[in-house]
């Protein structure tokens, strides 16, 4: 179990300017420690302006691209293709742009895709393809070296939504209907699942974010405040810019 920590910058472009040079930099420890290294990507406004971020950063070739595994925490259930998919974002912001290996590359299924127009069916095909990745004969999941979400206005995390009976799943990937942010149909990792995580990162910018980081950060209960209940196994850090950090409680303060 980690503590959380809380870095503060002074707005959305330096914050997406941190995050990118941590990822870097988290990539090729990784790499160094393992010769190989995994993340598990978010959607929204923050998320893709650090993908943009890391893309225009010269240091990003120091990473060996074709050793990363790329994984979703969460996805719209959209057709393939679709700009509202957060594989669409992530892919015109960073993929296309960087050597991957394109069978490291893990986009949740797409609603037109081989799983058909069932969520529950794409879940559970998602869940087939992590536990085919994981260390044969221990865990339903692989090694993530880092796992970032984002955070809504409501405390959401990946598509992991306030009182939504998906607090209820116990396996690592749900469909979710009824999403009260559009598109309603999405499939998401299950908290259990992302706090298998060695770091989880939550970004957040905004003064519109202030009162779920500060909530979350103050110990809400998970059910109410899904950003509570996240917790990396070695460390859990709140990246955020000055607006979004405006109701950080004070004991969390002198971590800045
Ligand atoms: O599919 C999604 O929409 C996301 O994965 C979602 O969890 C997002 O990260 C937050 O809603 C924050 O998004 P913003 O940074 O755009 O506010």
Redesign the pocket.
């Known amino acids: 179990m980690s503590e959380a920590s809380v870095a503060v910058h002074a707005d959305a472009d330096l914050l997406a300017q941190a995050v990118a040079a941590r990822l870097v930099v988290k990539l090729l420890d990784a790499q160094a420690e393992r010769g190989q290294a995994s993340v598990v990507l978010?959607?929204?406004?923050?998320?893709a302006a650090i993908y943009r971020a890391v893309a225009a950063l010269p240091a990003r070739d120091a990473v060996d691209w074709s050793r990363v595994d790329v994984w979703w925490?969460?996805?719209?259930f959209l057709p393939a293709g679709d700009p509202e998919r957060?594989e669409t974002q992530a892919r015109a912001a960073l993929l296309d742009v960087v050597p991957l290996h394109p069978a490291r590359v893990h986009p949740m299924p797409a609603s037109d895709g081989p799983a058909g127009p069932d969520p529950e069916e794409a879940a559970a095909r998602y869940a087939a393809e992590l536990a085919a990745a994981a260390r044969p004969g221990t865990a339903a999941l692989p090694h993530f070296d880092v796992l970032m979400?984002?955070?809504?206005?409501d405390g959401?995390?990946?598509?992991v939504f306030p009182e939504h009976p998906v607090h209820y799943e116990n396996r690592p990937v749900s469909a979710v209907r009824g999403s009260p942010?559009p598109p309603p149909v999405?499939t998401t990792l299950t908290l259990p699942a992302i706090n298998t995580a060695e770091e989880v990162w939550l970004?957040?910018?905004?003064a519109d974010?202030a009162r779920a980081v500060g909530m979350a950060l103050a110990g809400a209960g998970p059910v109410q405040l899904p950003a509570a209940g996240v917790q990396g196994t070695g460390r859990t850090l709140w990246l955020l810019d000055r607006a979004a950090a405006a109701d950080v409680p004070a004991r969390l303060r002198s971590l800045r």
């Open positions: 978010t959607g929204g406004r923050i998320a925490g969460d996805e719209r957060n979400l984002g955070v809504g206005e959401h995390v990946a598509s942010k999405r970004v957040a910018s905004g974010k």
